[in-house]
């Protein structure tokens, strides 16, 4: 596996590719887990070359304390990424990607100041610069994301979308540990017992959801979580909404709704969602796709 810290560099080696080549590009900001490798094993399997990013970027965090917080395993992660046949691996430093002078971000209007971008504003405006500037270098053919990031992947499938740029986004179902809670860089941060209480949000999206299958409108679905939510007292929830899943408007009468919660546990903030069709049903919390290997 090649390691380029330098976007020259990593440009060198993307030329250096058959034009025919297919790139498959996993863009993370590193503590690898299973939901990271899952994008990963996707990749690999679907495309000749495998790029991995590793950059936790300063501008998607709301406070310096939190970006300070964030958990970094280079070494690890650099391991990992090898024994999962990534070609090569780009983790630029803070001044590579975002010289002294520089002005341009990408803005997305309202998709990015609802929900998650009401209580962290600001912050789908860092996720898609550092996206539009990664897929700028890498030029992958098909850019591999998590559904755990619902809004994220909302947020990159419009900007490719309204800027007509040449790359598949690919959405991967949410990888989970046997007991519901979502596989998170942040479960790290979570006390044991903190852990223990963290299943709350999915065990909320979990009543929302048959709550929705058993013929439920959005209101009585949101109702459900927010009771399932309240058994919880260390959580603080921030919210627990029903959603459509590209514009992330309320849900209207379509099949795809989106359940989203989050809340903090401690110090420590945690998002969830689970994606329902309303006749097929949605995730189950047992389903071995979800459940880490
Ligand atoms: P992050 O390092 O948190 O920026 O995440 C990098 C990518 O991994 C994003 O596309 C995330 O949505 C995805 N990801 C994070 N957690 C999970 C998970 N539990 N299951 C699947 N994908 C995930």
Redesign the pocket.
């Known amino acids: 596996m090649k390691i380029t810290r330098s976007i020259a560099e990593f440009r060198a080696f993307r030329e250096s590719l058959p034009e025919e080549a297919s790139v498959g590009f ?6 690898l ?1 299973e ?2 490798l ?2 990963l094993h996707a990749a690999r399997a679907g495309c000749d070359d495998v790029v991995l990013s590793i950059f936790v970027n300063p501008l998607q965090f709301g406070s310096n304390a939190d970006l300070a917080l964030y958990p970094r395993n280079e070494s690890a992660d650099l391991e990992a990424a090898e024994r999962e046949g990534v070609d090569v691996a780009f983790v630029p430093s803070v001044e590579e990607m975002y010289p002294t002078r520089r002005s341009t971000t990408v803005e997305l209007g309202r998709l990015s100041e609802v929900a998650e971008g009401e209580s962290r504003p600001g912050h789908f405006t860092g996720v898609a610069t550092i996206v539009a500037k990664l897929l700028n270098i890498v030029r992958p053919t098909v850019a591999f ?5 619902a809004q ?1 992947v909302a947020v990159v499938r419009r900007m490719v979308a309204d800027l007509s740029w040449p790359v598949v986004i690919e959405a ?5 540990e046997p007991d519901g809670l ?4 942040r479960n790290a941060r979570l006390s044991p017992e903190e852990r223990g209480r963290a299943t709350i949000l999915h065990r909320a999206l979990m009543a929302g959801q048959a709550e929705l299958v058993s013929g439920g409108d959005p209101t009585s679905a949101e109702k459900a979580m927010l009771e399932v939510a309240g058994e919880e007292p260390a959580l603080d929830l921030d919210y627990a909404r029903v959603l459509d899943p590209d514009t992330f408007e309320d849900a209207n009468a379509g099949d795809s709704t989106l359940l989203v919660i989050a809340g903090t546990i401690g110090n420590t903030r945690l998002i969830d969602n689970v994606l329902v069709d309303r006749h097929k049903g949605g995730d189950r919390p047992g389903d071995p796709d979800h459940v880490r290997r």
Request: charged content about 10%; glycine content about 12%.
């Open positions: 996993v863009p993370t900001m590193g503590a887990h939901g990271h899952s994008l994301f998590g559904q755990k990031d994220q991967l179902p949410t990888v989970r979502a596989l998170s860089s």
